[in-house]
């Protein structure tokens, strides 16, 4: 899950950010969804002030004892620019897909731009408290390369913008089994609200919590030829497991609320949980939500409450390394450090059953943190498993009946 991360050891703040600028700017994201329009990404920026070192191992876990809740420092402090950037900058339109289930109706909501032509149509699914422009910033960067590429990025129940319209249940499902339908539902009907007649060729891409989703999509064989492949982005089953024990203790020493927008951004750029202020800048608006109720000093509180989800942490996780090396697709694997590796993996590793690459200088955000190196890593492995490269040789009985020798 998204927050697992943090929850692996204890965490080490920065006093302030570095001294660069980011001058990135955009104004007010429409919520019209009629137009079809594509915006000018913006300049991609590099800051590694932020990057001195990953965060400790899940190998070694501290978990916090009486830890007081993390100060929020005023904005004033923070001297670069962190200005929230709206979603029109990376994404061509919203989209929003009803799906009726057998108990419940959902509204689900995402960003997407089309591939063109033949191009891949990158899916992907957040880490648990998260939401779909998590993906933002990496998108923008497969785009350098594959200039023609799609990107349907959803919001998960009780996530983003994503809605329960009607349900006779009285607390949200989010188990594994329902967050996988649920993605399945949305590409399909993704496929008919844009007029598809077949479905681009997919690759799946899952961080955290969203790994363990595209993994039992992508094994359940649901997408047939279309799916190129999966990729997971740092999770695996043990360490996500052991994490659990600690993720309470986290959850409590979270703020439970920010004054405002650019206070929620700083506070995410201090305590490391995300190192990229571009990324930031884009990702973190989504996870709040105004609360007139609440004192100024927390107006901006959690979208999603992590806390809830508990019941759902174990079987999110369990059966995850079996599952990712038995899919028949392509896989890869991107991690922020090789003690994540559990045996199973490992095993699969040397047997070549999957693709492995480890992103050291990163924290529990890889596609967010090193969006470039994340999304080179990720074309090179669309390209290897882009099956409209493959060139057979004619059958012979063809040959025979054009009046070929063989």
């Not at 302030?16 to 594509?38: I, K, M, N, V």
């Not at 439970?256 to 571009?278: D, K, V, Y």
């Not at 927390?298 to 174990?314: C, G, I, M, V």
Request: hydrophobic letters at 40%; aromatic letters at 8%.
């Amino acid at each position: 899950m998204v927050e697992l991360r943090k929850a692996f050891a204890k965490p080490k703040f920065s006093p302030f950010l570095g001294p660069q600028d980011f001058y990135e700017s955009g104004a007010a994201g429409s919520t019209e969804t009629a137009t079809t329009h594509f915006h000018q990404l913006p300049p991609h920026s590099d800051d590694d002030s932020l990057s001195e070192s990953s965060i400790s191992s899940a190998c070694t876990i501290k978990p916090p004892h009486d830890q007081p809740p993390q100060e929020i420092r005023p904005v004033s402090r923070i001297k670069q620019s962190i200005t929230p950037i709206p979603w029109t900058n990376y994404f061509e339109r919203e989209i929003y897909i009803q799906s009726e289930f057998e108990t419940e109706t959902i509204l689900h909501h995402g960003y997407l731009t089309c591939p063109v032509e033949a191009a891949p149509l990158f899916v992907t699914h957040h880490g648990a408290g998260s939401s779909g422009l998590s993906f933002a910033t990496l998108f923008m960067e497969i785009r350098k390369q594959l200039p023609m590429a799609g990107i349907l990025s959803i919001d998960a129940r009780d996530h983003g913008l994503t809605r329960l319209m009607s349900t006779t249940s009285k607390t949200v499902d989010l188990s594994l089994a329902t967050l996988s339908l649920d993605l399945f539902s949305v590409i399909e009907n993704t496929k008919i609200q844009m007029g598809w007649k077949t479905l681009p060729p997919v690759v799946l891409l899952g961080h955290s919590l969203g790994g363990a989703v595209v993994t039992e999509l992508g094994s359940s064989g649901k997408l047939k030829e279309q799916l190129l492949g999966y990729v997971v982005l740092d999770v695996v089953e043990g360490s996500a497991l052991d994490a659990l024990n600690v993720m309470k203790t986290y959850l409590s020493t979270r703020p439970t609320g920010f004054p405002s927008l650019e206070a929620g951004i700083a506070w995410h750029l201090r305590s490391q949980t995300i190192r990229n202020p571009l990324s930031a800048r884009i990702s973190v608006p989504a996870l709040l939500v105004h609360n007139e109720d609440a004192p100024s000093s927390q107006a901006w509180t959690w979208r999603t409450d992590l806390s809830a989800t508990e019941p759902f942490w174990k079987g999110w996780f369990v059966g995850l390394s079996k599952s990712f090396l038995a899919g028949r697709a392509g896989k890869l694997l991107l991690l922020a450090g090789t003690d994540r590796l559990d045996k199973e993996l490992l095993i699969g590793q040397m047997q070549g059953k999957y693709t492995l690459h480890i992103f050291p200088e990163t924290g529990h955000f890889i596609h967010e943190d090193a969006p470039d190196q994340a999304a080179m890593k990720i074309v090179e492995f669309y390209r290897r498993n882009d099956r409209s490269l493959l060139v057979l040789p004619p059958k012979v009985s063809d040959l025979l009946l054009a009046g070929k020798k063989v």
